[in-house]
C-alpha cells in the first residue's frame, strides 16, 4: 500500500516546517503509536501505567523529530505512512523497555530477544524495507502471520481472527518464522564478509 495523498501533503509540510503541520502530525498519529506502545507491552507481559504510556509516546515523537525529523526524512514512501510510523514505534518501545526494565520483568520474550545477535535482529525488522525482503524467503502463511505482527501491528488474538489458525498457534509461527528471517540476515552479513574479503588490494 502506498503512501495515502492526506498523509503526503501532512508529511510534507512537516518537514518544510509549515505552522501547526508536526501538532496535524501528532494528533492524526497518537492513536496509532499508543496503540503500538500498548501492544509492545502486552506481548512481553510488561504493565504500563497511563504516565510509563504517555512517557513512551514523548519518547518516540522526540526520536522523529530528532536531527531535523531524520526519521520521517527516511521514509521512501513504498509502504503507507502509517506501517512505517509502526515499526518506528515499535523500535523505540523496545529499546526504551529494555532499557527501563530488567529482563526478569519482562517476561520471555524480551529475554530472547536480548540474546545474542537478536538486538541487530530488532533493528533490521524495524524498516520496512528490509522486512518485506525477508519475508520474501518465508512460507505464505508465515509471511502472512509476520506482516500483520510486525508491519500491522495486530494482536495474537486479530492475527488467529484473520488467518483462521488457533491464538496459541501464532507464537509458535512467529519464532519458526523469526528464527528463518534472523538466518537470512546472518547470511548476508557473513556473504557482504567473505565478499569484502575476496575484494583486491588496490592501495
Excluded at 514523548?58 to 502509517?82: P, Q, T, W
Aim: proline content about 2%; charged content about 35%; hydrophobic content about 35%.
Amino acid at each position: 500500500m502506498s503512501v495515502s495523498e492526506i498523509d503526503r501533503q501532512l508529511l510534507e509540510s512537516c518537514l518544510e516546517r509549515k505552522p501547526r503541520a508536526w501538532k496535524d502530525f501528532v494528533d492524526r498519529f497518537i492513536g496509532l503509536v499508543v496503540h503500538v506502545i500498548n501492544h509492545t507491552a502486552q506481548s512481553r507481559s510488561v504493565h504500563l501505567t497511563s504516565h510509563d504510556r504517555d512517557d513512551l509516546a514523548a519518547e518516540v515523537f522526540l526520536a522523529m523529530i530528532k536531527d531535523d525529523l531524520a526519521v520521517l526524512r527516511r521514509f521512501r514512501g513504498k509502504s503507507s505512512l502509517a506501517t512505517y510510523l509502526t515499526l518506528v514505534a515499535r523500535r523505540i518501545a523496545v529499546r526504551e523497555l529494555l532499557h527501563r526494565k530488567t529482563p526478569a520483568t519482562l517476561g520471555e520474550n524480551v529475554v530472547a530477544d536480548n540474546r545474542g545477535d537478536d538486538s541487530d535482529f530488532e533493528q533490521r525488522i524495524g524498516d520496512c524495507d528490509e522486512v518485506e525482503r525477508l519475508i520474501k524467503g518465508l512460507k505464505k502463511s508465515e509471511a502472512t502471520v509476520v506482516r500483520l505482527y510486525h508491519l500491522e501491528g495486530k494482536s495474537y488474538r486479530e492475527i488467529s481472527d484473520k488467518v483462521g489458525i488457533p491464538e496459541n498457534s501464532v507464537g509458535p509461527t512467529l519464532s519458526r518464522a523469526r528464527g528463518k528471517m534472523r538466518q537470512s540476515t546472518n547470511n548476508g552479513r557473513q556473504q557482504g564478509k567473505t565478499e569484502k574479503r575476496r575484494e583486491p588490494n588496490t592501495g
